[in-house]
């Protein structure tokens, strides 16, 4: 199968190292273009990679939140889950900017 991202290559099957969070769930079979590192997991290999993040405990994350108020400043509220597999705590210094006209990137730092 060629590469759809660059098309100039056909994609080699490799095991690839999955790492979610800066935690390994294992390596999998992947297809990976050789020129531009494009990399496809199929289907049933996504399956096992989410199994892998279930039992991790780092599935499904994305939690709805709102927006507070602080002071002047407007705060988001960071859920359990998230903090707790971050290990964030009270006072700890994040960098926050926009990537999008509707994201904001949070970096521990
Ligand atoms: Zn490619």
Same mark, same amino acid.
């Given at each position: 199968?060629?590469?759809?991202?660059?098309?100039? #290559?056909?994609?080699?099957?490799?095991?690839?190292?999955?790492?979610?969070? %800066?935690? $390994?769930? %294992?390596?999998?079979?992947?297809?990976?273009?050789?020129?531009?590192?494009?990399?496809?997991?199929? =289907?049933?290999?996504?399956?096992?990679?989410?199994?892998?993040?279930?039992?991790?405990?780092?599935? =499904?994350?994305?939690?709805?939140?709102?927006? =507070? !108020? $602080?002071? $002047?400043?407007?705060?988001?509220?960071?859920?359990?889950?998230? #903090?707790?597999?971050?290990?964030?705590?009270?006072?700890?210094?994040?960098?926050?900017?926009? !990537?999008?006209?509707?994201?904001?990137?949070?970096?521990?730092?």
């Amino acid at each position: 199968m060629k590469c759809y991202k660059c098309e100039k #290559a056909e994609f080699a099957k490799r095991k690839v190292e999955f790492t979610q969070f %800066g935690i $390994s769930l %294992g390596k999998f079979d992947a297809l990976v273009c050789p020129i531009c590192e494009e990399t496809v997991f199929e =289907g049933k290999i996504s399956k096992q990679i989410e199994e892998q993040a279930k039992k991790a405990g780092i599935w =499904g994350l994305a939690r709805r939140t709102s927006i =507070g !108020t $602080s002071g $002047s400043s407007l705060d988001v509220k960071v859920p359990k889950a998230i #903090a707790e597999v971050l290990k964030l705590k009270k006072g700890q210094e994040v960098i926050i900017e926009p !990537t999008a006209k509707n994201k904001i990137e949070i970096t521990v730092v």
